[in-house]
């Protein structure tokens, strides 16, 4: 992929050479989930970045949970990842919004017969977490990759779901970059998300409840373990 000049010199990894040897060493997908993945770059949909799922599939195989909270689903295509990269039978819940995008991942859902054992929540993120947490489920693992303005908001309902031993994984959490500058090199339009992702970034770090980790691949991925039970 070109980057223009000016996005190139923020990215996380400019060089491409070193972007296309670290994707090169991913397996190759299923031909099933690789055509989600196809058709998904090709509409332009969000999703995850290939170096960035190279980490997502580590983080699955190292923790194996049996339950994973998802906030963001788009297509489907990283809901199917995990449940192809996990070593036991998960339980998937996945939250989305756009109706267009739910329509698509259950017929994807449908075509790699995982259908079961995914349960997709329809409607708006912050809301159902808050009904999850009404429920009383814990989750092993979250993986979040949602609206960006609105993780910090995300974030006190996933502190509720999780226990101690759960992992978080955030993706895109370094903005390609600008969340380590000053808020006024970025454009006016892009500040609310700046402020709002270094206080995520912030909230996370300083809560004793978590420990803490960025790990620049792809577009920044915060890792996060819960190390001891809600205060």
Not at 99 to 115: D, P, T, V, Y
Not at 162 to 191: M, Y
Request: proline share 3%; with cysteine; net charge negative.
């Amino acid at each position: 992929m070109n980057y223009p000049e000016t996005v190139k010199d923020r990215i996380l990894i400019a060089d491409e050479n070193v972007r296309g040897y670290i994707c090169s060493l991913e397996p190759d997908l299923p031909e099933d989930i690789a055509e989600i993945e196809k058709k998904a770059l090709t509409d332009g949909v969000p999703i995850i970045k290939k170096d960035a799922g190279q980490f997502l599939r580590y983080v699955i195989k190292d923790t194996a949970p049996e339950s994973i909270l998802e906030i963001g689903t788009a297509v489907g295509f990283s809901a199917s990842l995990m449940n192809y990269w996990s070593d036991k039978e998960v339980r998937i819940t996945t939250l989305e919004k756009m109706q267009e995008r739910i329509s698509e991942a259950k017929a994807n859902f449908e075509k790699l017969g995982i259908s079961g054992r995914i349960r997709l929540i329809e409607g708006d993120a912050a809301e159902n977490l808050e009904k999850l947490c009404e429920e009383g489920t814990y989750y092993d693992f979250v993986f979040l990759d949602a609206a960006k303005a609105q993780y910090g908001i995300y974030f006190e309902s996933i502190k509720k779901l999780t226990k101690k031993g759960s992992v978080i994984l955030t993706d895109n959490i370094l903005q390609e970059g600008s969340v380590a500058q000053s808020k006024f090199s970025v454009t006016r339009r892009d500040r609310t998300i700046h402020k709002r992702m270094r206080e995520y970034i912030k909230t996370v770090f300083d809560d004793k409840c978590f420990v803490s980790t960025i790990v620049p691949i792809g577009d920044g991925m915060l890792l996060t373990k819960k190390v001891r039970d809600n205060d």
